[in-house]
Nanobody
Framework: QVQLVESGGGSVQAGGSLRLSCAASGFPFNSYCMGWFRQTPGKEREGVAG?????STMYAESVKGRFTASRDKNTLYLQMNSLKPEDTAMYYC??????????????????????WGQGTQVTVSS
């Protein structure tokens, strides 16, 4: 059984912070590339942050300098600081690729076949 369980979403005012978590089980977590994605109604899902098996990261330009992705044991994290209203979205984590594949998260290439979490809502108000 492969399982990704996300948590940490909520409502926050612009400029605030949230920390998302994605707990993984049922597969060799440390061997997989992981990613954070987000989707707003009416828009396609987009990659936010990719994390390789060794912890190397890559970020979308829209969040660079504000978001930090990391992994520790069986959990993937996304620390979100200086949040903006345009960050409002459903946030998802996913696992799939091996090796150096974080660029595929940002470009959203071949990630549709990955294992996905259920998503957690983030709402940022002005």
């Amino acid at each position: 059984q492969v399982q990704l369980v996300e948590s940490g979403g909520g409502s926050v005012q612009a400029g605030g912070s949230l920390r998302l978590s994605c707990a993984a089980s049922g597969f060799p977590f440390n061997s997989y590339c992981m990613g954070w994605f987000r989707q707003t109604p009416g828009k396609e899902r987009e990659g936010v942050a990719g994390v390789d098996f060794d912890g190397s990261t890559m970020y979308a330009e829209s969040v660079k300098g504000r978001f930090t992705a990391s992994r520790d044991k069986n959990t993937l994290y996304l620390q979100m600081n200086s949040l903006k209203p345009e960050d409002t979205a459903m946030y998802y984590c996913a696992a799939g690729g091996t090796g150096s594949c974080r660029v595929t998260v940002i470009q959203f290439i071949g990630v549709q076949s990955w294992t996905w979490g259920q998503g957690t809502q983030v709402t940022v108000s002005s």
